[in-house]
């Protein structure tokens, strides 16, 4: 059974930063692409950042050079550090996985909020 479990979320100022980590569980981690998306209240959810089996980055415009997303095949772990973050990355975070298969699975996500 895949298991993607989020953590790290939580309330930051702006201008702050917050590391998110994504553990998985029941995959071949090594050979899956992972993803992080966000959902803020009443808006679809988005792409965020991506990295493949080969350590191949990609970000939403909205975040680069702010946030990095990595990944330790060791620890079956994927971060996202965010950096410099502003009220409208307040949302819900998801990790996502896609494996050699091409079959996708999501976390249950976890809060970002973002304020003074």
């Known amino acids: 059974q895949v298991q993607l479990e989020e953590s790290g979320g939580g309330l930051v100022q702006p201008g702050g930063s917050l590391r998110l980590s994504c553990a998985a569980s029941?995959?071949?981690?090594?050979?899956?692409?992972l993803y992080w998306y966000r959902q803020a209240s009443g808006t679809e959810r988005e792409l965020v950042a991506g990295?493949?089996?080969?350590?191949?980055?990609n970000y939403a415009d909205s975040v680069k050079g702010r946030f990095t997303i990595s990944r330790d095949n060791a620890g079956n772990t994927v971060y996202l550090q965010m950096n410099t973050l502003k009220p409208e990355d307040t949302a819900v975070y998801y990790c996502?996985?896609?494996?050699?298969?091409?079959?996708?699975?999501w976390g249950k996500g976890t809060l970002v909020t973002v304020s003074s």
């Open positions: 029941g995959i071949i981690f090594s050979h899956t692409a």
């Open positions: 990295i493949t089996s080969d350590y191949n980055t």
């Open positions: 996502r996985s896609r494996d050699y298969f091409g079959i996708y699975y």
